[in-house]
């Protein structure tokens, strides 16, 4: 798993949205049940890929083991929170380097 590949986690349910409103409007718009099948079809599979990924990056987040890790993982990919504002909610003494480092290092193994 890439950090990259998680930051996906925030803009998912966006997306999600977007497609599921445009697939709304098409049917809307379509008095023909026939009528931009094709599309229709094309923005299903859009969804159903997205929630896919979506579900992906979650449950790579709730597998994580440890309860302060999996709370950075959270906390960072689904509130987009910047480094200090995650060691100030999780408190302890934890410092923006040092959740930053634990991120790193759970995503190195």
């Known amino acids: 798993m890439t950090a990259q590949r998680l930051k996906q986690l925030y803009y998912l349910p966006r997306e999600i949205r977007q497609a599921q409103g445009e697939l709304g409007l098409l049917r809307?718009?379509?008095?023909?049940?026939?009528?931009?099948e094709g599309q229709a079809r094309e923005?299903?599979?859009?969804?159903e890929r997205l929630e896919e990924e979506y579900r992906a990056l979650s449950d790579y987040i709730e597998g994580i083991p440890d309860s302060a890790t999996r709370l950075i993982f959270t906390l960072r990919y689904r509130q987009r929170m910047q480094w200090a504002q995650i060691a100030a909610r999780i408190g302890g003494?934890?410092?923006?380097?040092?959740?930053?480092?634990v991120h790193a290092r759970?995503?190195?193994?």
């Open 93 to 101: 003494g934890n410092t923006a380097d040092g959740v930053r480092k």
């Open 106 to 109: 759970y995503l190195q193994k």
């Open 43 to 47: 923005l299903r599979q859009q969804v």
């Open 28 to 36: 809307r718009m379509s008095p023909l049940p026939d009528e931009n």
